[in-house]
């Protein structure tokens, strides 16, 4: 551990939370070179949502290389990128009466953000641009803007202009839908009219917020009332988080600009990509670019990934099954526990159940930690328990960590019990 302290900068942040040093992982397994084991119920923040050397993908990344596939591309042609558009159409796009072209932009989802943003702002030849309150788009200025979180706000070191932030649904009891559309509608209200409105239909770091599907659908009919882009952030959310592959599938929603990272690599790769409307692409040659945006070992473990598990509704059919068995759960501890939890928040396999206080969700949390599983805490004050297992889980392994966490629930409520008394 030695050389973590004396090296690494103090920015990290998983690290002091779960500080062992981790050797290998399988699964939704992570293993120390102590021989611990501790069940991930993280998954990369999302990245893993196929788990961990996932063998049919581990096994077509390994052939590619030993056949010397290409590695970097920039953005030039390769079989590897042909596969995975081919099948990014024929099993995602197609199937669910979408059409979008494909823009790679640099590896991380904030990447995606930046490009989305910048092209909505080209295309519409406005500045501002509509976020919602809890927010999570990354850390990047432009990213950094449309997101809510002070904590990270606070690192920029400079004002974050371009945004105007309305509630999101739920958020102080206000109908932020209709204040949109009155401000849109009222010459005095001050609002400059945005080129784009930007949010996820989960929040994952937010605290696992949920819109209803009525009002994603008020939001896309305003915004294309006032000829307002709505670009929908999936990077946490999709890749079957929720339940379906994109998590607005089930409002019935067509975005104008959807951004994807963490899954859509399938490996953990980094990758990232816009899908947007034929009639936006806008950019001229090479005028948004990134080095790394050509990372074709993805490509092929992404490709692999979905012709695998979207090629029918199997895998949809086991995330939903799985995310049933983890609300029972939730649902049990919840009323077994008023005075630890509040309520159950998210959908699907992007569940979390919210405590009273962050303190007693980060005392769980290490708790669990302690007896081998790996949970993070969301939510403005951290008070928000975030269930993030790989989708691939057996029912098996998701009732280990279920056991794991009811019984770190029980340990620290006769604890809070005894400081009580």
């Known amino acids: 551990m030695n050389i973590f302290n004396a090296q690494e900068s103090n920015v990290q942040c998983y690290a002091k939370n779960f500080p062992v040093v981790f050797s290998s992982a399988k699964g939704c397994w992570l293993n120390t070179s102590e021989g611990e084991r501790y069940l991930d119920f993280l998954a990369g923040a999302g990245a893993l949502n196929y788990g961990h050397n996932n063998p049919v993908l581990k096994k077509a990344l390994m052939d590619y290389?030993?056949?010397?596939?290409?590695?970097h591309g920039l953005d030039m042609h390769s079989e590897a990128k042909a596969t995975f558009l081919e099948n990014l159409k024929n099993y995602i796009l197609?199937?669910?009466?979408?059409?979008?072209?494909?823009?790679?932009?640099?590896?991380?989802?904030?990447?995606?953000?930046?490009?989305a943003?910048?092209?909505?702002?080209?295309?519409?030849?406005?500045?501002?641009?509509v976020a919602f309150t809890n927010g999570f788009h990354g850390v990047s200025y432009g990213a950094l803007a449309a997101t809510g979180n002070q904590h990270h706000r606070g690192g920029a070191g400079m004002a974050l202009s371009g945004v105007t932030r309305l509630p999101y649904e739920g958020y102080a009891d206000l109908d932020g839908l209709a204040l949109f559309e009155a401000m849109l509608t009222d010459n005095s209200s001050g609002l400059d009219k945005p080129a784009a409105a930007i949010l996820e239909t989960v929040q994952g770091e937010g605290g696992l917020n949920v819109a209803s599907d009525e009002w994603l659908q008020r939001l896309s009919a305003i915004c294309k009332r006032h000829d307002i882009l709505l670009i929908v952030d999936d990077i946490q959310a999709g890749c079957g988080r929720t339940g379906t592959f994109f998590s607005f599938e089930p409002s019935g929603i067509k975005p104008d600009m959807v951004t994807l990272s963490k899954s859509i690599g399938g490996y953990g790769l980094p990758m990232a990509v816009v899908l947007l409307k034929p009639e936006l692409d806008k950019w001229l040659p090479g005028e948004h670019n990134g080095t790394f945006r050509g990372n074709n070992h993805a490509f092929v473990t992404a490709a692999v990934a979905i012709e695998a598990y979207w090629h029918n509704d199997e895998f949809e059919q086991h995330i939903n099954a799985r995310a049933a068995q983890l609300n029972v759960t939730l649902q049990k501890v919840l009323k077994q526990y008023p005075a630890v939890f509040e309520k159950i928040k998210g959908r699907g396999l992007m569940q979390g159940i919210a405590c009273h206080d962050g303190e007693f969700a980060g005392a769980i949390g290490k708790l669990c930690f302690e007896n081998g599983m790996i949970i993070e805490t969301a939510g403005p004050d951290d008070e928000?328990?975030?269930?993030?297992c790989p989708l691939t889980i057996s029912e098996a392994e998701l009732e280990k960590g279920l056991h794991i966490f009811e019984k770190a629930v029980a340990e620290f409520a006769k604890s809070s019990m005894k400081k009580a008394s």
């Open 117 to 129: 943003l910048k092209l909505a702002r080209k295309v519409k030849g406005r500045q501002n641009i």
């Open 94 to 115: 197609t199937p669910r009466g979408l059409d979008y072209k494909v823009q790679f932009t640099g590896p991380t989802g904030t990447n995606a953000v930046e490009a």
């Open 65 to 71: 290389i030993d056949q010397d596939g290409l590695t």
């Open 384 to 388: 928000v328990l975030k269930f993030f």
